[in-house]
């Protein structure tokens, strides 16, 4: 490792933090373009139909529809980028970008592995490495800003059905940010620290020692909090086909729509992360110990997938929420279960457990 | 009069809404797990260009205009179906033809032209009740396209030879129309 560095011209530890960039991101990317095909698969199933199976590579190679993201791609890719005559330019055109990049990098801080140690040094499978000071205020402040995302483009389309999206999704933002920061507290607080690894380092080996035993209600909370904050279906305001055409991303089209949609799915990604983080153990492997780097990295993407998957699951189970419904829901159910939640686990901790 | 809408009373667990979610979460899950272990072919959808569904008999689509045993036109242009058309898609020519044959047996009217603008055309089967001579039938074809509006015209020999394998019979591949009947009566 040190020879290829030395080859490009690098030190060891910015080579390996390059390394570290590309595989996290380019992995995240493309699960989540996979997960697009997962989504319509599965949906495709859940409701006895059979979903994309006919994009061919040259008219011939169906792997049972993996070449849809192919075809979907290349015609985002070629299709004419319009932009609303009356939108406002410039913000038109970040807000992907703000919708995307906050979703991708929430990523940074989540460990996707045992750390392990070569040649004296020691290597952290995360792309911040632990003690970087933010921990998991990080994700839970990019999450917060990934709603600027979807609020620009809304707004910057110039389009009532487009503002009236991102008004519910922010007005949707401020009832279930509080209830999921106060889940998330209660496991720092149980913990003794807010860095995934120590989160994850506490938690140890055994299932019934995770977090989602200890604290079911706050995982309870968190997870639904999780579909808020990824706009997906039982709580996805932003959009909604026959209330307000398609909501935030009306006016929107070709690489930039495709953009807002990957956000989403990377968003999804990156929550589902969370999730197995926070309440599932992150990379250990249940009943091993000490396992080996691979084996914690499979274990991780497994936890992760899982929860992806379950995502999917309840959008194709569940009907969607009027967002009076997720705004009582958040502040008058959730809210005070994790404040309860809180409340119990600090008693306990003072009782000595 | 009021209706008295009946308010459905959960219980504590309903109320949860964790537990019906979970209960929604098992059923949506049978679903795929039970289309995972099923082909495509074997699903309710209809993959159209492998698989086709049943016409139910009675079905109208496509025309044909019948022929007799030794392939002459059944037609005698009596324009009844083209008065019949509510749709004015018919236009027929008529010619006389005085070739003794055994199936028509004497001198006769016959389409020198029949055409059917196919884009025109309701699929009513008004022209089917019309005939006198059961001439004209519509059949369970539904793939009545084109590339252009001229080729969507029908004429005299297409409609004589419109997929002619669904019954049995195979397609002609030229105008077969007797102007001299093949089989004249053996004297």
């Given at each position: 490792?040190?020879?290829?560095?030395?080859?490009?011209?690098?030190?060891?530890?910015?080579?390996?933090m390059?390394v570290k960039?590309?595989?996290?991101?380019?992995?995240v990317?493309?699960?989540?373009?996979?997960?697009?095909?997962?989504?319509?698969?599965?949906?495709?199933?859940?409701?006895?139909?059979?979903?994309p199976?006919?994009?061919?590579i040259?008219?011939?190679?169906?792997i049972i529809?993996?070449?849809?993201?192919?075809a979907?791609?290349?015609?985002?890719?070629?299709?004419?980028?319009?932009?609303?005559?009356?939108?406002n330019?410039?913000?038109?055109?970040?807000?992907?970008?703000?919708?995307?990049?906050?979703?991708?990098?929430?990523?940074?801080?989540?460990p996707?592995?045992k750390?392990?140690?070569?040649?004296?040094v020691?290597?952290?499978?995360?792309?911040?490495?632990?003690?970087?000071?933010m921990?998991?205020?990080?994700?839970?402040?990019?999450?917060?800003?990934a709603?600027?995302?979807?609020?620009l483009?809304a707004?910057?389309?110039n389009?009532?059905?487009?503002?009236l999206?991102?008004?519910r999704?922010?007005?949707?933002?401020v009832?279930?940010?509080?209830?999921?920061?106060?889940?998330v507290?209660?496991?720092?607080?149980?913990?003794?620290?807010?860095?995934?690894?120590?989160?994850?380092k506490?938690?140890?080996?055994l299932?019934?020692?995770?977090?989602?035993?200890?604290?079911?209600?706050?995982f309870?909370?968190?997870?639904?909090?999780?579909?808020?904050?990824?706009?997906?279906?039982?709580?996805?305001?932003?959009e909604?086909?026959?209330?307000?055409?398609a909501?935030?991303?009306?006016?929107y089209?070709?690489?930039?729509f495709?953009?807002?949609?990957?956000?989403e799915?990377?968003?999804?990604?990156?929550?589902?992360?969370?999730v197995?983080?926070?309440?599932?153990g992150?990379?250990?492997?249940p009943?091993?110990?000490?396992?080996?780097?691979?084996l914690?990295?499979?274990?991780?993407?497994?936890k992760?997938?899982?929860?992806?998957?379950?995502?999917?699951?309840?959008?194709w189970?569940?009907?969607r929420?009027?967002?009076d419904?997720l705004m009582?829901?958040?502040?008058?159910?959730?809210?005070?279960?994790?404040m309860?939640?809180?409340?119990?686990?600090?008693?306990?901790?003072?009782?000595?457990? | 009069?009021?209706?008295?809408?009946?308010k459905?009373?959960?219980?504590w667990?309903?109320?949860?809404?964790?537990?019906?979610v979970?209960k929604?979460?098992?059923i949506?899950?049978?679903h795929?797990?039970?289309?995972?272990?099923t082909?495509t072919?074997?699903r309710?959808?209809?993959?159209?260009?492998?698989?086709?569904k049943?016409?139910?008999?009675?079905?109208?689509?496509?025309?044909?205009?019948?022929?007799?045993?030794?392939?002459?036109i059944?037609?005698?242009a009596?324009?009844?179906?083209?008065?019949?058309?509510?749709?004015?898609?018919?236009?027929?020519?008529?010619?006389?033809f005085?070739?003794?044959?055994?199936?028509?047996?004497?001198?006769?009217?016959?389409?020198?032209?029949?055409?059917?603008?196919?884009?025109?055309c309701?699929?009513?089967?008004?022209?089917?009740e019309?005939?006198?001579?059961?001439?004209?039938?519509?059949?369970?074809?539904?793939?009545?396209?084109?590339?252009?509006?001229?080729?969507?015209?029908f004429?005299?020999?297409?409609?004589?030879?419109t997929y002619?394998?669904?019954?049995?019979?195979?397609?002609?591949s030229?105008?077969?129309?007797?102007?001299?009947?093949?089989?004249?009566i053996?004297?």
């Amino acid at each position: 490792m040190d020879k290829l560095a030395s080859l490009l011209h690098m030190t060891p530890a910015i080579f390996w933090m390059v390394v570290k960039v590309v595989i996290v991101f380019s992995a995240v990317m493309l699960l989540a373009s996979v997960w697009t095909w997962v989504e319509r698969r599965g949906s495709a199933m859940i409701q006895d139909r059979i979903g994309p199976n006919r994009a061919a590579i040259f008219g011939k190679i169906r792997i049972i529809g993996l070449a849809q993201l192919l075809a979907d791609g290349i015609k985002f890719f070629f299709k004419e980028d319009l932009v609303p005559e009356e939108a406002n330019k410039g913000l038109f055109w970040l807000a992907p970008f703000l919708a995307f990049v906050p979703a991708l990098i929430g990523f940074a801080v989540i460990p996707f592995g045992k750390d392990f140690t070569s040649g004296g040094v020691t290597y952290h499978l995360s792309v911040l490495d632990p003690g970087n000071g933010m921990g998991l205020l990080y994700p839970l402040a990019i999450g917060g800003m990934a709603v600027y995302g979807v609020l620009l483009a809304a707004w910057s389309s110039n389009n009532k059905w487009s503002i009236l999206g991102g008004m519910r999704a922010s007005a949707a933002m401020v009832s279930y940010e509080i209830g999921m920061s106060l889940a998330v507290v209660t496991i720092f607080m149980t913990t003794g620290g807010y860095d995934p690894a120590e989160v994850i380092k506490a938690q140890g080996h055994l299932p019934w020692a995770w977090n989602i035993v200890h604290q079911p209600f706050g995982f309870i909370v968190f997870f639904t909090c999780m579909f808020a904050e990824t706009n997906r279906l039982p709580f996805d305001f932003a959009e909604g086909e026959s209330e307000i055409v398609a909501g935030f991303n009306t006016e929107y089209g070709s690489m930039k729509f495709s953009l807002l949609a990957l956000a989403e799915y990377s968003h999804l990604m990156t929550a589902s992360a969370l999730v197995a983080t926070l309440y599932f153990g992150g990379w250990q492997v249940p009943f091993v110990q000490n396992p080996a780097v691979m084996l914690s990295v499979a274990s991780f993407l497994l936890k992760m997938l899982f929860f992806a998957w379950v995502f999917v699951w309840i959008r194709w189970t569940l009907p969607r929420f009027r967002y009076d419904q997720l705004m009582h829901l958040g502040w008058k159910v959730m809210l005070p279960l994790s404040m309860a939640n809180l409340v119990f686990h600090a008693w306990r901790m003072s009782q000595g457990h | 009069m009021g209706v008295v809408v009946k308010k459905v009373d959960l219980g504590w667990l309903d109320r949860t809404y964790v537990w019906p979610v979970m209960k929604g979460m098992s059923i949506t899950f049978q679903h795929f797990i039970r289309n995972l272990f099923t082909s495509t072919a074997k699903r309710y959808t209809i993959q159209y260009p492998e698989m086709k569904k049943e016409i139910p008999a009675g079905y109208r689509g496509l025309h044909e205009l019948k022929r007799f045993e030794d392939g002459a036109i059944k037609c005698v242009a009596c324009f009844m179906c083209q008065e019949a058309c509510p749709a004015r898609c018919i236009s027929i020519e008529a010619e006389e033809f005085s070739d003794l044959n055994i199936t028509q047996g004497f001198e006769e009217k016959r389409p020198a032209r029949f055409s059917i603008d196919m884009l025109r055309c309701i699929y009513c089967g008004m022209c089917e009740e019309a005939c006198p001579k059961d001439a004209i039938w519509l059949r369970n074809d539904y793939e009545v396209a084109a590339y252009d509006r001229l080729s969507m015209k029908f004429g005299k020999w297409d409609l004589m030879n419109t997929y002619a394998e669904a019954d049995g019979k195979d397609r002609i591949s030229q105008d077969t129309t007797p102007t001299v009947p093949r089989r004249t009566i053996v004297m």
